[in-house]
């Protein structure tokens, strides 16, 4: 018995140029807190840190990749994120979202909502 969360990509392609895609995280029934009865659990994924952000209402980020390999969990706001390849996605309150374009062109975000986005970033360890 397992179930699985959706998460938006961002990747950046052989040419530098990044695109979103979607996948699918597995979360499988397992024993994770014992005594606790069994749950459904991602499998680990290492991280080096986090950070609690607040980007205000109204705010434009130049185009630019990311600074980490990190997940980012929207609780607050809307962002309208736009690959180089010109797709977009809205990140909203319940979204999870990594970002994986380390290198390229990047991305630009834009805040669209009329309170501040607010997130948790969670940096990543660089997968082995």
């Not at 980020?61 to 690959?83: D, I, K, N, W, Y």
């Not at 979202?97 to 997130?119: C, N, Q, R, Y």
Request: net charge negative; glycine share 8%.
């Amino acid at each position: 018995m397992s179930t699985s969360f959706s998460v938006v990509r961002l990747i950046a392609d052989g040419k530098g140029e990044s695109r979103f895609d979607d996948y699918e995280v597995s979360q499988p029934f397992i024993q994770f807190a014992p005594p606790a009865p069994p749950l459904f659990v991602s499998p680990v994924e290492g991280a080096i840190g986090y950070v609690v952000l607040r980007i205000p209402v109204g705010w434009i980020g130049e185009p630019h990749p990311s600074p980490h390999r990190q997940m980012l969990f929207c609780m607050s706001g809307v962002l309208r994120a736009t690959a180089s390849d010109g797709t977009v996605r809205i990140i909203k309150p319940g979204t999870a979202w990594l970002m994986a374009d380390t290198d390229g062109k990047g991305h630009k975000s834009e805040v669209i909502s009329d309170v501040p986005f607010d997130a948790i970033v969670v940096l990543l360890a660089n997968p082995s």
